[in-house]
């Protein structure tokens, strides 16, 4: 059975910090590239940040040069480190592991940036 859990979501003021993190369970995590996704009320669902099994990175423009997508495969862990955080970051964030035609979400933590 595969599971990712997603943690270390909350209620942060405008220029501070969170670091996500997503646990995995019943893959081989390894060779899953994995990415963060969020939506906000009212929106559509968008990718935020992905990191490939080679732990190549890339950004939505939005979120470049303030947040971090990182990978531990010792610990089957993928962590968002965000920092500068604005009130428009502001959403559910998801944990995405995909390979092939296999693609997993986990359950989504919420991010509040308050002005």
């Known amino acids: 059975q595969v599971q990712l859990v997603e943690s270390g979501g909350g209620l942060v003021q405008a220029g501070g910090s969170l670091r996500l993190s997503c646990a995995a369970s019943?893959?081989?995590?390894?060779?899953?590239?994995m990415n963060w996704y969020r939506q906000a009320p009212g929106k559509q669902r968008e990718l935020v940040a992905t990191?490939?099994?080679?732990?190549?990175?890339n950004y939505a423009d939005s979120v470049k040069g303030r947040f971090t997508i990182s990978r531990d495969n010792g610990k089957n862990t993928v962590y968002l480190q965000m920092n500068s955080l604005k009130p428009e970051d502001t959403a559910v964030y998801y944990c995405?592991?995909?390979?092939?035609?296999?693609?997993?979400w986990g359950q989504g933590t919420q991010v509040t940036v308050s002005s």
């Open positions: 995405n592991a995909a390979w092939h035609v296999n693609n997993y």
């Open positions: 019943g893959i081989i995590f390894s060779i899953y590239g």
């Open positions: 990191i490939t099994r080679g732990a190549t990175t």
